[in-house]
């Protein structure tokens, strides 16, 4: 198993977590990656009406952004939140983010 370049916990600057969770494709992969823990990368392109080449500028943006951990394994990338150290770093910056963008959702209509 390797790792890619990602920045070390203190190199992580608000700013650049704040400018990469600003896009709505990546906050929905930010938002999936909080349920499921850690997927790979693949599958949670799968579900996203993206070209697979933009996918990769998502998850890199991410992860030089200090949010996202990918891990190497084989042809497989893996990738989790980095919450323990955005805690660490801005307490309950993550959790605001998530349950704002949860209620941007449009809300089912009774039809």
Excluded: K
């Excluded at 990602?6 to 600003?22: D, F, H, K, N």
């Amino acid at each position: 198993m390797r790792e890619v370049s990602q920045p070390a916990t203190e190199a992580i600057r608000m700013v650049e977590v704040l400018r990469a969770l600003g896009d709505p494709v990546r906050l929905e992969i930010i938002q999936r990656l909080a349920v499921t823990g850690e997927e790979n990368c693949t599958a949670i392109g799968g579900d996203l009406d993206v070209h697979q080449t933009t996918l990769s500028h998502h998850y890199r943006v991410l992860r030089e952004a200090g949010i996202t951990w990918t891990t190497v394994q084989g042809r497989s990338r893996l990738i989790r939140l980095r919450r323990d150290d955005l805690d660490t770093l801005f307490p309950g910056l993550l959790d605001s983010v998530l349950n704002g963008a949860g209620r941007q959702r449009p809300a089912a209509t009774d039809g």
